[in-house]
């Protein structure tokens, strides 16, 4: 059962512009918590159309504690749905991507269709109703050869995210690549914690000396890197304008989405600055476009430069424990030990990887301490991680309000701009009451096996 009230009161206690109340990041009732309201109501980057590129092709992740599969059917569609049979509720397809007709669950053998609809079962009783078995759809979205899915019954708008996303990152042609390579690292840290650090460049310079050389450290502060009036800048504009690219930047209430210049003389986010990869993703033969930085949250970022997208997935495992998903992309027709190595393509990611992981589990170990408080955030070099500790809150917010009825924000306290998706569509959580609202105090509870469904109040 979630206790709503206790993450009400946590909320409550957050000072605007500082990291969070200790409990956030080390409760395991937060843990449970954000797993159901954060990761269960948003989009997720899943993965990439070129992992399944052909018809009856499968794509299995875990989102937290929920085994997910996107399918390709036989006429090139995407469908997505709960990996958990409808006989006793096992895993039916294994996490990675891979090649089948049918999904057959390994533990007694029911089979699906890649539409999801149950197909077999054996030896069952006549009333038994196949129709009545098939896997449980989720929501599946793709853009630019990015594949993304959402499990909540109604997900957050994603029109304006396709409309900003979709002209930047097209010209890397994703549906023109394949995987090069994956890894996964185990961060013994809060996912919160793990975001925060990929949210910002204030540690770059002494915790990335590698990463330094080749990404504008100087420049990621404030909203953006765009720099009016910079000579460098304007030269890159007019690089972008006669490759046919743009550079936005677009932001939204769950998302970011700019193209910026590396530093001078670099080209591609490498150990010495240069392309990893000899066939470029973008058409043409200039590389020197700098990088198209897409990040959504609650738990991805990835860079796309002229030779390959590399994409960064941070994903719960438990209350201190985080697995990190590195993926790189390259163009289908790139060879390996010809067009590209593997490990210099690998190389400046797994090293900036290692030592975010040394971070975050500094950051875990000091936010356990019973000396820690909320400390106060770096406006300009941390604004991206104000803005995704405002997103996280509002997130949880608005899942305690579409559930009890009541909403204690302030009004015009969001730093991210949330009314962003009104204007486009419906908001992520209707039926919640203006913010504002005089409700009295109440003690919440939440049935998570969702027998009850309704929430209790004991208004005092």
Request: net charge negative; charged share 20%.
């Amino acid at each position: 059962m979630l206790d709503l009230s206790m993450i009400a009161a946590l909320l409550a206690q957050r000072k605007p512009g500082h990291s969070l109340p200790q409990a956030l990041y080390n409760s395991p009732d937060v843990y449970a918590f954000d797993l159901e309201a954060i990761f269960g109501q948003s989009w997720i980057l899943a993965g990439f159309t070129c992992e399944i590129p052909k018809p009856r092709g499968v794509l299995a992740l875990t989102i937290g504690q929920s085994p997910v599969v996107v399918t390709r059917d036989r006429d090139g569609a995407l469908r997505a749905f709960h990996n958990s049979c409808r006989h006793r509720g096992a895993q039916v397809c294994a996490d990675g991507a891979g090649a089948r007709s049918r999904l057959t669950c390994p533990y007694h053998q029911w089979v699906y269709g890649l539409d999801g609809k149950l197909v077999h079962a054996g030896n069952m009783q006549a009333s038994f109703k196949p129709d009545e078995h098939g896997l449980k759809p989720v929501h599946v979205e793709e853009v630019a050869g990015a594949i993304f899915v959402c499990m909540a019954e109604t997900p957050p708008a994603f029109d304006r995210f396709r409309s900003h996303l979709e002209p930047l990152l097209a010209p890397h042609r994703l549906h023109e690549a394949k995987l090069a390579h994956q890894n996964t690292l185990l961060e013994k840290g809060n996912w919160k914690l793990v975001m925060e650090n990929a949210r910002e460049c204030y540690h770059c310079a002494v915790g990335h000396p590698e990463l330094a050389l080749t990404f504008p450290i100087g420049e990621a502060k404030g909203a953006h890197f765009a720099k009016d009036g910079d000579p460098r800048h304007a030269a890159y504009d007019a690089r972008l304008a006669a490759c046919g690219l743009t550079k936005g930047p677009y932001d939204g209430p769950w998302w970011q989405v700019e193209r910026f210049p590396l530093r001078e003389g670099q080209v591609s986010l490498t150990m010495d600055g240069q392309p990893a990869v000899k066939k470029l993703m973008i058409a043409g033969d200039q590389p020197d476009v700098g990088s198209l930085r897409w990040a959504i949250e609650p738990h991805s970022f990835c860079h796309s430069t002229a030779d390959t997208t590399v994409y960064f997935s941070a994903m719960p495992t438990a209350t201190g424990e985080t697995v990190v998903t590195c993926k790189w992309l390259v163009h289908q027709d790139a060879v390996e030990g010809v067009d590209y190595d593997v490990e210099r393509l690998t190389e400046l990611w797994n090293i900036t990887n290692r030592q975010d992981r040394d971070l975050v589990e500094l950051n875990q170990r000091g936010v356990n301490s019973l000396g820690y408080t909320p400390g106060p955030y770096n406006e300009e070099g941390e604004s991206y991680v104000m803005r995704f500790t405002d997103w996280y809150c509002d997130k949880a917010q608005d899942f305690i309000a579409a559930r009890t009825g009541i909403d204690r924000r302030p009004l015009a306290i969001h730093a991210v701009p949330v009314n962003s998706d009104a204007l486009f569509g419906t908001a992520p959580f209707a039926g919640a009451p203006p913010a504002g609202g005089a409700e009295p105090h109440a003690t919440l509870s939440y049935a998570l096996d969702g027998a009850a469904g309704e929430p209790t109040a004991d208004v005092q």
